[in-house]
């Protein structure tokens, strides 16, 4: 079945940076976009990054644009998130997720959290 298990998160001060892993299993990563979302408490989820299959094209919406890098290596079936200069809006539970089908699957997600 598939699966996404999301790791990397953590709690780091304003400006800081860290890296998002997700490993992917049960479906062929290779020729699947990838995607990142967040949703903090009491708020909507939010698209974050997306990537193309083979890694050479690239979206973000405003809010993360220049601050935020996806990127995937198909050999290891992972994909990543590189964010630098976090503020404390970016805290939030961060997912992986892939649409199959037109199915939506999400990892259980990884909690980055933003404070001084």
């Known amino acids: 079945q598939v699966q996404l298990v999301e790791s990397g998160g953590g709690l780091v001060q304003p400006g800081g940076s860290l890296r998002l892993s997700c490993v992917a299993s049960g479906f062929s990563f290779s020729r699947s976009q990838m995607y990142w979302y967040r949703q903090a408490p009491g708020k909507r989820r939010e698209w974050v990054a997306g990537?193309?299959?083979?890694?050479?094209?690239?979206n973000y919406p405003d809010s993360v644009k220049g601050r935020f890098t996806i990127s995937r290596n198909n050999a290891k079936n992972t994909l990543y998130l590189q964010m630098n200069s976090l503020k404390l809006e970016d805290s939030a539970l961060y997912y992986c997720n892939v649409l199959l089908a037109g199915v939506d699957y999400w990892g259980r997600g990884t909690q980055v959290t933003v404070s001084s």
């Open positions: 990537i193309s299959e083979i890694g050479d094209t690239t």
